[in-house]
């Protein structure tokens, strides 16, 4: 769970994260805390900027006593990305351990739909049943079929930090909603996938 994380441990990894990053990948850094965009926008730029992060958070983290192992390695490597963001350029831990707790949401529906937001598939939830959605996020947004019958179910979520997210059955092509364990998070950006796991007690 990310309560049970060592928050001083994240900080120093934090730290040592942001010693290693270049000189692009600084600049980017600070661009999107002044303006909250890359220094050249585009989807490519931000996958690459991502990655860049990640990977020295997953080689660094050992190190810290930072266990990231294989069955959540996309979760908590997605959370500690985002908290890496939010938290910058300080570390504080206080504020990394406000930032890993889970979020108020709300979930859409047809009485109270959330604006539309463009988006990608952010993240997965492996083994995670309809019944343990509807238990933490209630009903689905649409049990509607999408038109080209891709998703049959999907919950469209916004965080109280204004991230959105989406929870749907993507391609689980004749499985009952309730018999499907495997889902797809989507969302604009990381940290979509992150609210969604800490709210799910995934991480």
Known sequence: M???LN???ISKLFERVRSQIDIETAQDLDSIIEDGELVQPGYGGMYRFTQKITNI??????LFGVEIGSEFQSSLSSLLFSSFINTYPNFNPEDIESDLQPRPFVVGSDENPLPWVGGSRQGELDGVLYQQIVDVFGPPTSDEPSGDNKVQVEWDI???NGVRASIYDYKQYGIPPEDIDYWSVGGNS???AAEVYKVLGLI
């Open 57 to 62: 958070i997953l080689s660094e983290a050992k």
């Open 2 to 4: 990310a309560s049970g």
């Open 158 to 160: 916004q965080f109280d």
């Open 7 to 9: 928050i001083e441990m």
């Open 190 to 192: 990381p940290a979509s």
